[in-house]
């Protein structure tokens, strides 16, 4: 069973910095991709931020040049770091990743950006 446990969340004001931690329950060198999804009040998921087992990333045209997403192998983490955050990146936000077709979903931590 593989567990993800997002912290991190928070509030904060325009223009603030957040980093967001995921602590998985397995090494995290076994899964292809590990990401980063969010969802906002009325509207439906998206996706964030990727990163391959290789360290390659992918990111929402919404956050690029903001975001950055990265690993540590050795402690089984992922992270987001968030800066220049606006208004619209309130959202819950998901760690994420897939294994053998099931998709693995944290519980999600809350970022509210607001002045």
């Known amino acids: 069973q593989v567990q993800l446990v997002e912290s991190g969340g928070g509030s904060v004001q325009p223009g603030g910095s957040l980093r967001l931690s995921c602590a998985v329950s397995q090494p995290i060198f076994s899964f292809n991709t590990m990401g980063w999804h969010r969802q906002a009040p009325g509207k439906q998921r998206e996706l964030v931020a990727l990163?391959?087992?290789?360290?390659?990333?992918n990111y929402a045209d919404s956050v690029k040049g903001r975001f950055t997403i990265s690993k540590d192998n050795a402690k089984n983490a992922v992270f987001l770091q968030m800066n220049i955050l606006k208004p619209d990146d309130t959202a819950v936000y998901y760690c994420t990743t897939d294994r053998s077709g099931r998709n693995y979903w944290g519980q999600g931590t809350q970022v509210t950006v607001s002045s």
């Open positions: 990163i391959t087992s290789g360290g390659s990333t």
